[in-house]
C-alpha cells in the first residue's frame, strides 16, 4: 500500500472501518512538498484516523498511501512520552530508537529548537500542558522528517506557545518539509493552512485554500460568506446536512 | 531493546516507594506464607482441669496399674493452662486465650476401673471449645480426636498388659498379690506336667481315664491361652500402618515452605512488573509511537520479559539468601535455583505480558494480576485427597494453565533432590512461555489498533 512519490503525501480511496462504522470513506487527497494542509471537520469527521493512517499507526481497510522518501514525522493529539522521564532523557531515548547518527547532538538541536534547554532536565509530568505538547512535538521532528504530521497540535498551549509553534511549523514547511496538521480551531486552520481538507462523517468535502472555500459558501449562503470563517463554514457544513 | 531497558530502569528508579513495595511486599508476604505453611500452628493452648482425686488408680483384677501421668502425657501435646475450676476454664476458652479446655471429671477413673465389672460405665472426658472459627473449630477437633485416640489406645495397651500378665500367670504359674497377701498359682503348664508324672502310678480304669481328660484340658487351655497373650495385644491396636509411597517425592517442609515463598516473590515481582510496565507504554500513549518502526512487537515483549526475569532473579535469589538464616539450603545446587527461577520468570512473564497487552491502564492490570495469580496460587497449594476428586481435577486443569505451580514445582526440586522432577516441571514452563507469548503477540496487535 505504501510507495513514494517525490515529496509529497498522497492518499487514493482511503477506506477505514471500525466493525459496522465507516471512519473514513473513500478519502482522496496530495499535499506538496512544503505545503502546509490543515484537516478540519466536526467531531468524528475521521480528521485523527487519517493522521494514523499516514503515520503508519492504523492500516486502512481499502486505498493507498504515498510517502516521500526519508522520515516521516508524527506527533500525536495526546503527548506520546514518559512523564516519569526528564525532557532529555525523553528525547535522547526517541534519538536512539531512531538509529540517529548524532543522538546527542539532535537533543540538543530540539532543545533548542524547542525553547526547552533550560527545562531540559526536568520530569516531564512536572511540565504544563503546553511544555509537554513542546515535547511531543520536538520527538516527532528528531529524525528530520521531509513530511510532518501533526493531530491537533495547538491543543493547550496558550496564544503565545501557539504564535511560537506556528512560527516554527512554518519554517519547516518553507524549508521544505510537507506539514498536514488537524485542528478545530477554524481560524487556525484558516490562518495556518494554505490548503485545506474538509472531513465530516468519514468523507471529504472540500479540498482547496480557505479563500476557495469562502467563494464556496458565498454561492450558498452569502451572508455567512462575509462574516467569520468559522461561521462561513458552520454554513458550508450546514449546507452539506451537518 | 537495551534503550528500552535502561528507560523502564530509569522510570523504576524515579519510583523509589512503587519499587520497594514491588519488592519488599511479596518478600515478606512470601516469608510469612512460607514459614506458616511450614511451622504449623505449633501447641496449642489448652486450659487444663484435672478433679480426679490425687492418689487415684487404675485397679484390674484387684491390682492398680501404674500411674498413667495423665497430665504430663496431655501437656507434652499442647500447652496446658491450669485452671481452678471449670469457670475459670470456660473464661479462658471464651476469651480466645485457649483454643480449648479440657475437664478431667473426678470420677473418670472409678468409670475407667468399672469397665473390667459386669455393670461396665462409660469414661468420660470433657472438652469446652470456641468455634467462632471454622478452621480454629476444625483445629481444634482434629486435635481432640487425636488426643482421645492417643488415650483410648494408651488406656487399651494398659489394660491388654496386664490382662496378657494374669493369663500368663494362669498358664506358667507364679506369685500373685491379693490384699497385700502372696497367693501362689501352680498355672495350667504345671498341673499337666504333675498330672502327666501321676498318671503312669494309677491303674488302668476310670480313674485314669479322668486323670487324661484333664490333662488334655490343662494342655488345651495352655496352647490356646498361649495365643490368646499376642492376641490380646495386637487386640490393643488390631491395625497398624505400613506406608508405602507409590508417586511422588516430599522434600522437608521447610524447603517446600522456602519454595512457595519463593514462587510467590517470583510470581508476584515478575507478573506486576511485566504487565504494568508494558500497560504504562499504552498508558504514556509512547505504544504507537514506538510501533511506528522503531520496535517492533516481538522486541517490546522480549524487552518486558527481560526485566521482569532480571528484576525476579534478582529478588528471589536475595530472598533465598536471606532465607539461609532460617533453613540451611544446598549451595552446591545454586546453578539449578538460577535455571528454574530463570525459566519461571520467563513463564511468569510472558503471562504478565499477554495481561499487559490487554490493558490500557497501569491499575487495572495490577489489579487484573493479583486477581489472577492469588487465588490460583492458593488454589496450587491445595493437596490431592482433601477435595473431591472431581474438584481436585478441576483445580489441577486450572493451575496447569498458569506458571505458578509448575514454578513452584521447578524451584522446589531445584533447591532439594527430593522435590519434583525439574525436567518436567522445566518443560511444563516451555510450553507456558511459548503460550503466553502467543497470546501476548495477539493481544498487543488485537489491542494496539487506533
Given amino acids: 500500500m505504501e510507495g513514494t512519490t517525490a515529496a509529497a503525501v498522497e492518499a487514493r480511496g482511503l477506506v477505514k472501518r471500525f466493525g459496522e462504522r465507516e471512519a473514513l470513506r473513500g478519502i482522496d487527497f496530495e499535499a506538496r512538498a512544503g505545503e502546509l494542509m490543515a484537516v478540519i471537520g466536526p467531531n468524528g469527521a475521521g480528521k485523527t484516523t487519517l493522521l494514523s493512517i499516514l503515520a503508519g499507526v492504523a492500516a486502512a481497510d481499502a486505498g493507498e498511501v504515498h510517502l516521500p522518501s526519508g522520515e516521516v514525522g508524527w506527533v500525536p493529539q495526546q503527548a506520546a512520552l514518559y512523564r516519569r522521564l526528564t525532557v532529555e532523557e525523553n528525547l535522547l531515548l526517541f534519538a536512539r530508537l531512531e538509529g540517529l547518527d548524532d543522538p546527542h547532538g539532535s537533543v540538543e538541536e530540539m532543545l533548542e529548537l524547542a525553547g526547552l534547554r533550560g527545562r531540559r532536565a526536568e520530569i516531564v509530568a512536572r511540565l504544563s500542558g503546553g511544555n509537554q505538547q513542546r515535547v511531543n512535538i520536538a520527538i516527532g521532528l528528531l529524525a528530520r522528517p521531509v513530511a510532518l504530521l501533526l493531530d491537533e497540535p495547538s491543543v493547550g498551549l496558550d496564544p503565545r506557545q501557539r504564535a511560537r509553534l506556528w512560527e516554527f511549523v512554518g519554517a519547516l514547511a518553507e524549508r521544505g518539509t510537507t506539514v498536514i496538521f488537524s485542528t478545530h480551531d477554524i481560524q487556525e486552520a484558516e490562518r495556518y493552512g494554505k490548503r485545506l481538507l474538509v472531513l465530516a462523517d468519514g468523507e471529504a468535502l472540500f479540498d482547496g485554500s480557505a479563500e476557495q472555500l469562502r467563494e464556496v459558501v458565498r454561492s450558498e449562503a452569502p451572508e455567512a460568506a462575509s462574516r467569520d470563517f468559522e461561521t462561513a463554514f458552520v454554513a458550508f457544513l450546514h449546507h452539506r446536512g451537518h | ?450
Fill in chain 2, 1 to 450: 531493546m537495551r534503550w528500552l531497558l535502561l528507560k523502564d530502569i530509569q522510570i523504576l528508579r524515579r519510583s523509589p516507594l512503587q519499587a520497594l513495595l514491588l519488592v519488599v511486599y511479596p518478600v515478606l508476604i512470601a516469608i510469612l506464607v512460607g514459614f506458616a505453611i511450614s511451622r504449623g500452628p505449633g501447641k496449642p493452648r489448652v486450659a487444663f482441669l484435672n478433679e480426679v482425686p490425687q492418689g487415684a488408680r487404675i485397679v484390674f483384677g484387684g491390682a492398680k496399674l501404674p500411674s498413667v501421668g495423665a497430665r504430663e502425657r496431655i501437656c507434652e501435646r499442647v500447652e496446658c493452662i491450669n485452671v481452678r475450676n471449670r469457670g475459670e476454664a470456660e473464661e479462658k476458652v471464651r476469651s480466645g486465650d485457649a483454643l480449648a479446655a479440657l475437664i478431667l471429671p473426678s470420677d473418670l477413673v472409678n468409670q475407667l476401673n468399672s469397665l473390667t465389672t459386669l455393670n461396665p460405665g462409660t469414661p468420660k472426658v470433657e472438652v469446652l471449645v470456641n468455634q467462632d472459627d471454622p478452621v480454629k473449630a476444625r483445629l481444634v477437633n482434629d486435635r481432640i480426636d487425636a488426643l482421645l485416640g492417643q488415650a483410648n489406645l494408651l488406656v487399651a495397651r494398659r489394660i491388654a498388659g496386664e490382662g496378657g500378665k494374669y493369663l500368663k500367670l494362669l498358664v506358667d504359674g507364679g506369685s500373685f498379690d491379693v490384699l497385700g497377701q502372696a497367693v501362689q498359682i501352680l498355672g495350667l503348664r504345671n498341673t499337666a506336667r504333675i498330672l502327666e508324672a501321676l498318671r503312669p502310678a494309677l491303674p488302668a480304669g476310670p480313674m485314669r481315664e479322668s486323670i487324661d481328660q484333664v490333662i488334655r484340658f490343662a494342655t488345651l487351655s495352655r496352647d490356646n491361652l498361649d495365643v490368646a497373650v499376642p492376641l490380646l495385644d495386637r487386640l490393643a491396636q488390631p491395625i497398624v500402618v505400613d506406608k508405602t509411597v507409590v508417586d511422588g517425592s516430599a522434600p522437608p517442609l521447610e524447603i517446600f515452605a522456602i519454595g512457595v515463598a519463593a514462587a510467590l516473590t517470583l510470581t508476584f515481582v515478575t507478573l506486576l512488573l511485566v504487565a504494568g510496565s508494558l500497560a504504562l507504554e499504552r498508558e504514556e500513549n509512547a505504544f504507537p509511537r514506538l510501533s511506528r518502526g522503531l520496535v517492533s512487537h516481538s522486541t517490546l515483549l522480549l524487552e518486558k520479559i527481560a526485566l521482569g526475569v532480571v528484576a525476579g532473579l534478582t529478588v528471589t535469589l536475595l530472598m533465598l539468601v536471606g532465607l539461609q538464616i532460617f533453613v540451611p539450603l544446598e549451595w552446591s545446587r545454586f546453578g539449578l535455583w538460577v535455571l528454574a527461577i530463570l525459566v519461571s520468570a520467563a513463564a511468569l512473564g510472558a503471562a504478565g505480558a499477554a495481561l499487559g497487552a490487554a490493558a490500557r491502564e497501569v491499575r487495572a492490570v495490577s489489579l487484573l494480576a493479583f486477581m489472577v495469580s492469588l487465588p490460583i496460587a492458593l488454589l496450587s497449594l491445595v493437596p490431592s485427597g482433601t477435595v473431591s476428586p472431581g474438584l481436585f481435577d478441576a483445580i489441577r486443569v486450572l493451575t496447569a494453565l498458569f506458571p505458578f505451580k509448575p514454578a513452584l514445582q521447578a524451584i522446589t526440586a531445584a533447591l532439594d533432590a527430593g522435590g519434583p522432577d525439574l525436567g518436567a516441571a522445566l518443560l511444563h514452563l516451555a510450553i507456558l512461555i511459548a503460550a503466553y507469548g502467543l497470546l501476548a503477540r495477539v493481544a498487543l496487535r488485537r489491542f494496539s489498533a487506533v
